[in-house]
């Protein structure tokens, strides 16, 4: 089946600056994505979501953006905090036959966010 | 509300034992579901569930049972553990009111077979 994948499993920063996390997908067809953070021993939390009629959407220091054309998608984290560190997913919304979701997520392997004081 | 809540947090099973992972929500959600996550990998979906007494597999399902007899409890069942079932379980739910809404986890129950 088709899966959603990362650039980079790692990523290193400095605490204030920004932070950016890749994702590839490769079916054309999904239209839901979002993105989950992990810290160590904890469940995935959501972070935000994007749907595929938007290019981009704006939280809380944080910025998703998705480029159909090259079935890209980024995570950007504005100032990160030694806080941010964890782990990031994304994730593509499965649809059935009868394309209907049912809400089943499809995980990309992650990237290990480390931000250092 | 405690939202999603999953015991045990940590099981050690001896290879060909039986086990069942308790799954619970009290936000009155209608989708629930049951995930794997293997080490340094993302999370592969085994069941899930659209209401209560309607079940049906995910990508990885051999090996594993479930049933949804009311809508707070969703419970994975391993009937014969095997060493590649090893893997933090993650169970999570949504209100399943339309399409794409995102998925509340548990903080997940940790087993090795052994």
């Known amino acids: 089946g088709e899966s959603v994948g990362l650039h980079l499993p790692t990523l290193s920063v400095q605490e204030g600056d920004n932070s950016i996390i890749n994702c590839a997908y490769s079916?054309?067809?999904?239209?839901?994505f979002i993105w989950y953070k992990q810290e160590s021993g904890k469940g995935p939390q959501f972070i935000i979501d994007?749907?595929?009629?938007?290019d981009k959407r704006q939280g809380q220091r944080v910025t998703v953006l998705l480029n159909k054309t090259v079935k890209h998608l980024s995570l950007q984290i504005a100032a990160t905090q030694p806080g941010d560190s964890a782990v990031y997913f994304c994730?593509?919304?499965?649809?059935?036959?009868?394309?209907?979701?049912?809400?089943?997520?499809?995980f990309g392997q992650g990237t290990i966010l480390t931000v250092h004081p | 509300n405690a939202g999603v809540t999953q015991t045990p947090k940590f099981r050690i099973l001896k290879i060909g034992q039986s086990m069942t992972l308790q799954c619970a929500q009290d936000m009155n959600h209608n989708y629930m579901y049951w995930y794997r996550q293997d080490p340094g990998m993302g999370l592969k979906l085994i069941y899930y569930s659209v209401g209560a007494g309607i079940t049906d597999k995910g990508e990885v399902p051999n090996g594993y049972n479930v049933s949804r007899s009311t809508t707070e409890d969703f419970p994975l069942r391993l009937e014969l553990a095997a060493p590649s079932q090893t893997s933090v379980y993650f169970c999570?739910?949504?209100?399943?009111?339309?399409?794409?809404?995102?998925?509340?986890f548990g903080s997940g129950t940790q087993l090795s077979v052994l």
């Open positions: 079916n054309s067809a999904s239209d839901y």
């Open positions: 999570a739910s949504t209100p399943g009111q339309g399409l794409n809404e995102k998925l509340f």
């Open positions: 994730a593509e919304n499965l649809g059935d036959a009868g394309g209907t979701s049912y809400g089943k997520l499809t």
């Open positions: 994007i749907r595929s009629n938007m």
